[in-house]
C-alpha cells in the first residue's frame, strides 16, 4: 500500500518564477494539507484541502495557492519566488472522519525546493 | 510567536539511557498533543500522542507525561536504541482532526552504540 507520493523529490528555481508541486495521498485518504519545514524548523502548516476546496489556512502569502482534484491528488502552486521559499514542502493526508485512520495525519517524504 | 516551545535542541544519550524531551506551549485552547519523528530523507510519523484530560500516556518504550497546569509535556524514550536516532517534534492543535498542526522546532536525538 503505497503511502503518500510526491514529486518532484527535488527542484532548484530562481527568484521570481512559479512553481507547481503535486502529491497523491494515501489510498483511502481524502483530505490533503501541505506543510513548509525549513532547514532546522519545524513544519509549517500552509493549507487544507477537503472536496476541492481549501478549508484552513495557515500564515502564508496569497502567492501560494493550491487545488485538489476529484481523484483527491493535490497541487501547490507558489508564484513569484522568494529565496526565503527554500525548504522541504510536505504533503500529508488523512482520511475522513470516522473511517479508519481519521485520527493519524500521515505525510509524505516531500519535495526540496532551492531557489536561488 | 512561538507557540509550541520545545528544549533542547540536540541530545545525545548512551545506548540503554533515557531520552527526555521537553516542550511547552502557550494557547490553552490547544486540545490534542502529539509527537512525530522524523528520519532523514523522510516525512514526519506520528509516534505517540495525548489529550490533556491524562497525565501519562506509555506505549512501548515511549510515555509522553502531560502538566495541564504548567502547559508543559515530555517525551521520554527508556532503554533508548541506536535505531532512535532521529528529529523528534512535539505538537499542537485545536482538536485531534485538525490537519491545523503547529509543530516545535525540534529535538535532533543521536544515541550513541
Known amino acids: 500500500d503505497a503511502g503518500v507520493t510526491q514529486s518532484p523529490t527535488h527542484l532548484i528555481k530562481t527568484r521570481g518564477q512559479q512553481v507547481t508541486l503535486r502529491c497523491s495521498p494515501k489510498s483511502g485518504h481524502d483530505t490533503v494539507s501541505w506543510y513548509q519545514q525549513a532547514l532546522g524548523q519545524g513544519p509549517q502548516f500552509i493549507f487544507q484541502?477537503?472536496?476541492?476546496?481549501?478549508?484552513q489556512r495557515g500564515n502564508f502569502p496569497d502567492r501560494f495557492s493550491g487545488h485538489q482534484f476529484p481523484n483527491y491528488s493535490s497541487e501547490l502552486n507558489v508564484n513569484a519566488l522568494l529565496l526565503g521559499d527554500s525548504a522541504l514542502y510536505l504533503c500529508?493526508?488523512?482520511?475522513?472522519?470516522?473511517?479508519?485512520?481519521?485520527?493519524?495525519?500521515?505525510f509524505g517524504a516531500g519535495s526540496r525546493l532551492t531557489v536561488l | 510567536q512561538q507557540q509550541v516551545k520545545q528544549s533542547p535542541q540536540s541530545l545525545i544519550v548512551q545506548k540503554g539511557g533515557i531520552s527526555i524531551i521537553n516542550c511547552a506551549y502557550e494557547?490553552?485552547?490547544?486540545?490534542?498533543f502529539p509527537w512525530y519523528q522524523q528520519f532523514p530523507g523522510k516525512g514526519p510519523a506520528l509516534l505517540i500522542a495525548i489529550r490533556p484530560d491524562v497525565s501519562e500516556k506509555k506505549e512501548g518504550r515511549f510515555t509522553i507525561s502531560f502538566n495541564k497546569s504548567a502547559k508543559q509535556f515530555s517525551l521520554h524514550i527508556m532503554d533508548s536504541q541506536p535505531g532512535d536516532s532521529a528529529t523528534y517534534f512535539c505538537?499542537?492543535?485545536?482538536?485531534?482532526?485538525?490537519?491545523?498542526?503547529?509543530f516545535g522546532k525540534g529535538t535532533r536525538l543521536h544515541i550513541l552504540p
Open positions: 484541502y477537503y472536496e476541492e476546496e481549501e478549508r
Open positions: 505538537a499542537a492543535s485545536k482538536r485531534v482532526r485538525d490537519d491545523k498542526i503547529i
Open positions: 494557547n490553552t485552547a490547544f486540545d490534542y
Open positions: 500529508a493526508s488523512r482520511s475522513g472522519t470516522g473511517r479508519p485512520g481519521a485520527n493519524v495525519l500521515t
